[in-house]
């Protein structure tokens, strides 16, 4: 009696009959977001069986935290723990130093025309994929064409063999990665810069200020906002490496492991080459819960120091 | 107002300099494209005797006439990717589109319940293998056009800002207006919210639009078939292949191997593939420039 009321407490307050024409509206994507998101979640008990693709999630033995001791009884779980954070950190603090100084340069030219241009160009890498930018730096870093060694061998050096040495790479995939984003970035704090109403720099003008003085006490506090969104966005996101970044580019070399292999290379790895799809989904879960914790650490920090700008 | 601006402005002096630096960084991103360009007009000879240049020694277009005689394999993966882009992209628009519609309406009792689905698959997911089982093994979607078009068709993120340019750019009046005057929810979504949000819609299907153009890696999941597989794939394969028969100098020296690398496409023509797989986003996207800042502005909006 007590259980049926509520369910038809619950009918009413779905109240079908009058909003029925929305549910049906909602329902595509309610059920696609099921399917492909919410489905793939709770096959992460994977994580903790002995995983065979064929047999499948319901065919395959349970064998509790095996697949988690064995990936971090070797040296793996750390190396790719640290590439994977490591490069994460570099290129979010490093970005995002560039992409405000390139935005607050661009913003001050004269020339509207050339800001234009300029900002067309920044931005071009970030529509190109990662199989064609990998192209462009083998073009660069090809043993025996790449443009790197000719130029190298043309003021007398030796050709380097760039795929099989690791100790460039930290440098080579920053630049890569700085090359390809920090446009973009700087076209979104632009846009804000271009919102901040002209008064503020006026009274500053009339108060002043050198141009320097202006962009520490007005513009970067109004690009606050911006910064710390796109802070939480990716502090959140430290645990997830761009894969084509880290696979395609440098060509997926074996030798280059130590200092390209990441998290989700290696998930990749494991289950194509490796076929140990429960240690794969192990990573995986390893990987989406200590993500899950930073996303929610960095907002509560952000909430802290200005609640105004937390995301939730 | 314009003479508060020029008050306001940066010395001529610096002006020419930070323009010498902005240009010299433009330089930086933009010459390795070009480098690419070039080398995929250079005759094969050229390569060969000074490696990449950008000025070789002999320009052709051999790579080109190459690709048009040889390129059934080509010319079916840019029809592939053109498919699955077009479809998916307008398939996810209007179903995404009409999600955040009902996302906007505070009348709807499970709005918050809902917005709170949609924004935890932002937060977690199941990760690669849990959804490579799910498509293989149980919805079998594993070398058929599907894999390319569904599994993407929501991006909880682009709802988000879906909904809030919904409710930012449509006051609730005009909803209120319509419901009072008989029309029916679908009646709304079609003549109103459709019309208001297409500066919202143009963007995230550019952003929609470009993810998928680019999409190498669905493709290498999942895709065997060669008259399935995209574009950016075939690239990602192809580049995979020679690099892989270059460092196994093993399998080069033979002879079934240099027959192999010989019918490899060359490094001109790999670099044409490059350029006639880049150059439609690139056009395409100064018509969308004006939408794509807009959209960055929106997104940046908190959700």
């Given at each position: 009696?007590?259980?049926?009321?509520?369910?038809?407490?619950?009918?009413?307050?779905?109240?079908?009959?009058?909003?029925h024409?929305l549910?049906?509206?909602?329902l595509?994507?309610?059920?696609?977001?099921?399917?492909?998101?919410?489905?793939?979640?709770?096959?992460?008990?994977?994580?903790?069986?002995?995983?065979n693709?064929?047999?499948?999630?319901?065919g395959?033995?349970?064998?509790?935290l095996?697949?988690?001791?064995?990936?971090?009884?070797?040296?793996?779980?750390?190396?790719?723990?640290?590439?994977?954070v490591s490069?994460?950190?570099?290129?979010?603090?490093?970005?995002?130093?560039?992409?405000?100084?390139?935005?607050?340069?661009?913003?001050?030219?004269?020339?509207?025309?050339?800001?234009?241009?300029?900002?067309?160009?920044?931005?071009?890498p970030?529509?190109?994929?990662?199989?064609i930018v990998?192209?462009?730096?083998?073009?660069?870093?090809?043993?025996?064409?790449?443009?790197?060694?000719?130029?190298?061998?043309?003021?007398?050096?030796?050709?380097?063999?760039?795929?099989?040495?690791p100790k460039?790479?930290?440098f080579?995939?920053?630049?890569?990665?700085?090359?390809k984003?920090?446009?973009?970035?700087?076209?979104?704090?632009?846009?804000?810069?271009?919102?901040?109403s002209?008064e503020?720099?006026?009274?500053?003008?009339?108060?002043g200020?050198?141009?320097?003085?202006?962009?520490?006490?007005?513009?970067?506090?109004?690009?606050?906002?911006?910064?710390?969104?796109?802070?939480?966005?990716s502090?959140?996101?430290?645990?997830?490496?761009?894969?084509?970044?880290?696979?395609?580019?440098?060509q997926?070399?074996?030798?280059?492991?130590?200092?390209?292999?990441?998290?989700?290379?290696?998930i990749?790895r494991?289950l194509?080459?490796?076929?140990?799809?429960?240690?794969a989904?192990?990573?995986?879960?390893?990987?989406?819960?200590?993500?899950?914790?930073?996303?929610?650490?960095?907002?509560?920090?952000?909430?802290?120091?200005?609640p105004?700008?937390?995301?939730? | 107002?314009?003479?508060?601006?020029?008050f306001?402005?940066?010395?001529c002096g610096?002006?020419?300099?930070?323009?010498?630096?902005?240009?010299?960084?433009?330089?930086?991103?933009?010459?390795?494209?070009?480098?690419?360009?070039?080398?995929?007009?250079?005759s094969?000879?050229?390569?060969?005797?000074?490696?990449?240049?950008?000025?070789?020694?002999?320009?052709?277009?051999?790579?080109?006439?190459?690709?048009?005689?040889?390129?059934?394999?080509?010319?079916?993966?840019?029809?592939?990717?053109?498919?699955?882009?077009?479809?998916?992209?307008?398939?996810?628009?209007?179903?995404?589109?009409?999600?955040?519609?009902?996302?906007?309406?505070?009348?709807?009792?499970?709005?918050?319940?809902?917005?709170?689905?949609?924004?935890?698959?932002m937060?977690?997911?199941?990760?690669?293998?849990?959804?490579?089982?799910?498509?293989?093994?149980?919805?079998?979607?594993?070398?058929?056009?599907?894999?390319?078009?569904l599994?993407?068709?929501?991006?909880?993120?682009?709802v988000?800002?879906?909904?809030?340019?919904?409710?930012?750019?449509?006051?609730?009046?005009?909803?209120e207006?319509?419901?009072i005057?008989g029309?029916?929810d679908?009646?709304?979504?079609f003549?109103?919210?459709l019309?208001?949000?297409k500066?919202g819609?143009?963007?995230?299907?550019?952003?929609g639009?470009?993810?998928?153009?680019?999409?190498?890696?669905?493709?290498?999941?999942?895709?065997?078939?060669?008259?399935?597989?995209?574009?950016?794939t075939?690239?990602?394969?192809i580049?995979?292949?020679?690099?892989?028969?270059?460092?196994?100098?093993?399998?080069a020296?033979?002879?079934?191997?240099?027959e192999l690398?010989?019918?490899?496409?060359?490094?001109?023509?790999?670099?044409a593939?490059?350029v006639?797989?880049?150059?439609?986003?690139?056009?395409?996207?100064?018509?969308?420039?004006?939408?794509?800042?807009?959209?960055?502005?929106?997104?940046?909006v908190?959700?």
């Amino acid at each position: 009696m007590q259980k049926h009321s509520k369910a038809a407490h619950i009918m009413k307050r779905l109240n079908f009959k009058k909003h029925h024409a929305l549910y049906i509206i909602a329902l595509p994507a309610v059920l696609l977001l099921f399917v492909f998101s919410y489905i793939p979640m709770f096959g992460l008990v994977m994580a903790f069986q002995d995983l065979n693709i064929a047999k499948g999630i319901f065919g395959s033995e349970f064998i509790s935290l095996k697949n988690f001791e064995f990936l971090f009884s070797t040296t793996d779980a750390w190396v790719i723990t640290r590439n994977t954070v490591s490069y994460n950190v570099i290129f979010i603090l490093l970005n995002m130093f560039l992409a405000v100084l390139l935005s607050i340069l661009l913003n001050e030219l004269h020339s509207k025309i050339l800001a234009k241009t300029l900002q067309t160009i920044f931005i071009m890498p970030h529509f190109l994929s990662m199989t064609i930018v990998s192209i462009i730096v083998f073009s660069l870093l090809s043993v025996n064409s790449g443009y790197l060694n000719r130029l190298l061998m043309a003021l007398g050096y030796d050709k380097v063999n760039w795929y099989m040495e690791p100790k460039y790479w930290p440098f080579i995939l920053v630049a890569v990665n700085t090359w390809k984003g920090v446009g973009y970035q700087a076209v979104v704090y632009l846009a804000s810069i271009s919102n901040i109403s002209d008064e503020y720099y006026e009274v500053a003008v009339i108060e002043g200020a050198s141009k320097l003085k202006q962009a520490w006490y007005i513009t970067l506090p109004h690009l606050k906002a911006i910064i710390s969104i796109m802070l939480i966005l990716s502090v959140g996101g430290i645990f997830r490496a761009d894969f084509g970044l880290f696979y395609t580019v440098p060509q997926d070399s074996g030798a280059l492991y130590p200092v390209t292999d990441v998290i989700d290379t290696y998930i990749y790895r494991s289950l194509t080459t490796l076929n140990n799809a429960g240690m794969a989904t192990a990573a995986g879960l390893y990987q989406s819960i200590v993500g899950f914790i930073l996303v929610l650490i960095s907002n509560k920090v952000v909430s802290r120091i200005s609640p105004e700008n937390a995301v939730f | 107002m314009a003479a508060e601006r020029n008050f306001n402005q940066i010395s001529c002096g610096w002006n020419v300099f930070i323009s010498v630096i902005m240009i010299l960084v433009s330089l930086l991103i933009v010459l390795p494209l070009i480098l690419v360009v070039i080398i995929s007009f250079t005759s094969p000879e050229s390569i060969v005797a000074n490696g990449y240049s950008f000025f070789p020694s002999e320009f052709s277009l051999a790579a080109y006439k190459n690709l048009a005689k040889t390129g059934t394999q080509i010319i079916n993966s840019y029809k592939v990717t053109i498919f699955y882009s077009l479809v998916g992209t307008f398939l996810s628009l209007f179903i995404m589109s009409m999600f955040a519609y009902v996302l906007a309406q505070k009348r709807f009792p499970i709005r918050r319940f809902l917005t709170i689905y949609t924004f935890i698959t932002m937060l977690f997911s199941g990760g690669l293998v849990p959804s490579y089982m799910l498509n293989v093994r149980y919805l079998h979607l594993d070398d058929t056009i599907w894999v390319l078009i569904l599994p993407g068709l929501v991006n909880a993120f682009h709802v988000i800002i879906l909904r809030t340019f919904i409710q930012t750019s449509i006051p609730d009046s005009l909803f209120e207006a319509a419901i009072i005057d008989g029309a029916t929810d679908y009646a709304i979504y079609f003549k109103i919210v459709l019309p208001l949000s297409k500066a919202g819609l143009a963007t995230i299907g550019l952003f929609g639009l470009v993810a998928r153009w680019n999409n190498w890696f669905t493709g290498m999941l999942y895709i065997d078939n060669p008259k399935l597989v995209p574009l950016q794939t075939l690239l990602q394969k192809i580049q995979r292949n020679i690099e892989f028969i270059k460092m196994n100098a093993e399998i080069a020296d033979t002879a079934g191997g240099l027959e192999l690398l010989r019918s490899m496409p060359t490094e001109s023509t790999r670099m044409a593939i490059t350029v006639i797989a880049t150059v439609p986003i690139l056009f395409a996207y100064p018509f969308f420039q004006r939408y794509f800042i807009k959209g960055l502005t929106i997104g940046s909006v908190k959700g």
